[in-house]
């Protein structure tokens, strides 16, 4: 196997695509952008049959491309145990998995519509279930299906899945050379996406991994108000277990800015037209609300200083434009939040690879988030979300 090109193959209902048109978008072209632009060295891409399949033949362009996959990724429902196509997909795939390395799950599923479970299904539905559910399937928060889910949830889940997917990725371009007893396994060198953690992590106990959260209203001559912002994070911090260093960073954050009065509040063009990591999400459906996603820059692996892009001012160094209105905006009518995560999802925890939740990686977990609850934080959830309020200013109060 090639370690520079990975092919996944998407094996889903047509029924689940007509009933939900944006199947292919997110476990298709989403998920595949989500996956690559965690490397920079890889060739990664997603098959799916984009067509409608017709009659009874079993179409050998589709039995070629499964055998010639190395992940197997199912959006799990009754319409897909249904399918003759899909159980055949599944088939072939399990007669060429075991040719693939031993240390990775290659057969992803994701729970995409409840299934009623009965003692009298169809001897190849049942052992293709089994099967799935022995790889375990992956749902979303709260148990909710993905065909439920809001465009939010599915955002979040999106992220997980692919970081599972990434994660066996990397442990498929693992060297396969067996080892002998006793003796360290070589590793490959990581690409620059995932630079090592260095001596430079900063106490966890003693520093917050946010070092800047500010907005600022910013007015311009014709009395449109603007939202300018700057948020910083530390890229190391650790925590010490017994003897043990663990070193964590975050690696995902979201920015909630909302008009109390639900006046209408825009997304910037300067976020929209600047080579950016962070992107605009659609988290909640009032107008008076905008919501941004803030991503590490390329070949970083967590947030760290000047997550935003500075701008569109002349000479703007730090404050980058997140928000516009043409209403007048005050610090007493709109507010902010800052949303991250101290969990599995949330971080990059070094010595564990995304998605894979071992024994070892829930034990550095418990004492990351052992420690934040000890800490003077702001609301820890038991999910390990934090909530913090953004502090918001006036400029023209302060030059005033």
Known sequence: ???????????????????????LEWLGTRLESEIKGQFSNLKFSIWRDAHLRTGDRWDPKIEAAVRASHIFIVPLSANWLA????????????????????????LCAIQFATIRETATLPEKQAHALTELKSRQV?????????????????????????????????????????????????????????????????????????????????????????????????????????????EFGVRRAYLDIERKDNSALRRSEHISRTPSSSM????????????????????????????????????????????????????????????????????????????HINAQARIKLDAILRVAATRAQPSLSSDGRIVRTVLIADENQETS
């Open 83 to 106: 399918s003759e196509y899909c159980l055949n997909e599944l088939e072939t795939f399990l007669q060429v998995e075991p040719d693939l390395p031993e240390n990775a799950t290659t």
């Open 138 to 246: 992956k749902f979303g928060p709260g148990g909710k299906v993905f065909g439920r889910l809001d465009n939010f949830a599915r955002e979040t889940l999106l992220h997980e899945f692919a970081d599972d997917i990434a994660g066996i990725i990397e442990r498929l371009r693992e060297p396969q050379d067996p080892t002998p007893l006793g003796s360290q396994r070589k590793k490959l060198p990581r690409p620059p996406t995932r630079s090592e953690f260095t001596a430079n992590a900063r106490d966890f106990s003693e520093f917050d991994v946010v070092t800047t959260a500010f907005i600022s209203i910013r007015r311009n001559k014709s009395g449109a108000a603007r939202l300018m912002a700057q948020f910083d994070f530390l890229p190391k911090v650790f925590v010490r277990a017994g003897k043990a260093r663990i």
């Open 1 to 23: 196997m090639s370690n520079s090109t990975i092919q996944a193959f998407l094996s889903y209902a047509h029924a689940d695509a007509e009933y939900d048109p944006l199947l």
């Open 280 to 355: 605009y999400v659609s988290r909640h459906n009032e107008k008076g609300s905008v919501t941004l996603e803030l991503n590490p820059q390329p070949h970083q692996r967590t947030l760290g200083e000047s997550v935003l892009p500075s701008g569109p001012d002349p000479g703007e160094n730090h404050l980058c434009e997140v928000a516009v209105s043409t209403m007048d905006l005050s610090t007493s009518n709109v507010e902010a939040t800052l949303t991250y995560s101290l969990s599995t999802e949330g971080l990059v925890i070094d010595g564990v690879s995304p998605g």
